[in-house]
Nanobody, 121 residues
């Protein structure tokens, strides 16, 4: 069974930094994409950043220039380096992965349970 586990969330002051990690475990054959979504209170879940096989990355406009997504393929882990954090970045951040795990012959999207990031003085 595939499981995504996030870590790295917490309380940080505006202008500070955090690094989120998400490790995918299970009988993973291949990963098409891994990324991060976030959901603030009263808001819908939105894409923050994603990295796709082949090396491409996409970021929400609100985080461009501040956040960096990276992936360690050997560890099936994706990271989100968050710099210059703002109060509006406060949200639960969810790891997302589109991957194929044996013996399932097709890709499936998985979600982590989320990690809370709070940006406040």
């Amino acid at each position: 069974q595939v499981h995504l586990v996030e870590s790295g969330g917490g309380l940080v002051q505006p202008g500070g930094s955090l690094r989120l990690s998400c490790a995918a475990s299970g009988s993973i054959f291949s990963i098409n994409s891994m990324g991060w979504y976030r959901q603030a209170p009263g808001k819908e879940r939105e894409l923050v950043a994603v990295t796709i096989s082949g090396g491409s990355t996409n970021y929400a406009d609100s985080v461009k220039g501040r956040f960096t997504i990276s992936r360690d393929n050997a560890k099936n882990t994706v990271y989100l380096q968050m710099n210059s954090l703002k109060a509006e970045d406060t949200a639960v951040y969810y790891c997302n992965a589109d991957l194929k795990a044996t013996p399932t012959p097709y890709g499936v999207t998985y979600w982590g349970k989320g990690t809370l990031v709070t940006v406040s003085p």
